[in-house]
């Protein structure tokens, strides 16, 4: 049977169109009115536009009603967008370190006890007890973090994550890109250093550490970042040039 030029290319539009739609229906219904609430702080909504939450989690593949292990939640910006993503039948459980207990936590607890899928988890990455009990890990601007001190301890971090994950289960980073040759981020974290991430040391130890990675460089591209300067540099306006990666659990 002769198929038709226009009619093939009429099955690869509907066919993008069907890709399209798919890509976007796996976060919870209401994730556009959860970000637009009243409730969410006017500062935090001011950033949508740079961090583009909803590109970052479709490409993440996060899914309504996952279980998902933040990792190094910090002031919880993306704590407010990953319960959105999962909605009411989803959970996240929100990690502040110990040493930012006094700092971060009561802010952690208020906002979780508002959201109501949130519990706030305090103590280190490789002490939270979750046993192949989650769907999705992400940590955001912290990666970098989680690999000071050497890739042994890289490395152990990774594993904790690893365990904690189901199989099957999938690692979202997004993270700071960083050249190869300049000091990026060292244990001490002094105020030299850029608090960026090498991107091939971060595909190397996800690979070491049993992940799987696919990668994108254009959600948040900004090409007026050329990874010299630190990654709070005021004329960078919190817009810096970042990584997302997806690292899968094998199944």
């Not at 935090?44 to 998902?68: M, Y």
């Not at 890739?151 to 152990?156: G, H, K, T």
């Amino acid at each position: 049977m002769i198929i038709s030029k226009t009619f093939k290319i009429l099955i690869t539009i509907l066919g993008c169109l069907f890709f399209s739609l798919t890509a976007s229906s796996h976060l919870a219904s209401g994730f556009d009115e959860a970000l637009a609430s009243a409730d969410r702080p006017a500062e935090e909504k001011a950033r949508d536009a740079n961090r583009k939450p909803k590109e970052v989690l479709e490409f993440l593949r996060l899914h309504a009603g996952s279980t998902v292990f933040e990792v190094i939640a910090g002031a919880g910006w993306y704590t407010e967008v990953l319960s959105a993503a999962v909605g009411s039948e989803g959970r996240v459980i929100s990690q502040i370190p110990g040493r930012f207990a006094d700092r971060l936590g009561p802010g952690a607890n208020e906002r979780a006890e508002r959201l109501g899928n949130v519990d706030v988890y305090i103590g280190n990455t490789n002490e939270s007890g979750l046993d192949e009990e989650a769907d999705f890990a992400f940590t955001a601007l912290n990666f970098h973090d989680l690999t000071n001190g050497g890739d042994e301890v890289a490395l152990n971090n990774l594993s904790a994550i690893y365990q904690a994950l189901k199989p099957g289960g999938t690692l979202g980073i997004v993270d700071h890109i960083g050249n190869e040759t300049q000091d990026n981020e060292s244990a001490l974290q002094t105020q030299s250093t850029l608090h960026r991430m090498e991107v091939g040391r971060a595909l190397r130890l996800l690979s070491l550490a049993g992940f799987a990675v696919e990668e994108n460089y254009e959600i948040l591209h900004n090409p007026l970042d050329d990874h010299t300067l630190r990654n709070n540099d005021p004329s960078l306006e919190r817009n810096t040039d970042r990584m997302v990666l997806r690292a899968r659990k094998p199944d």
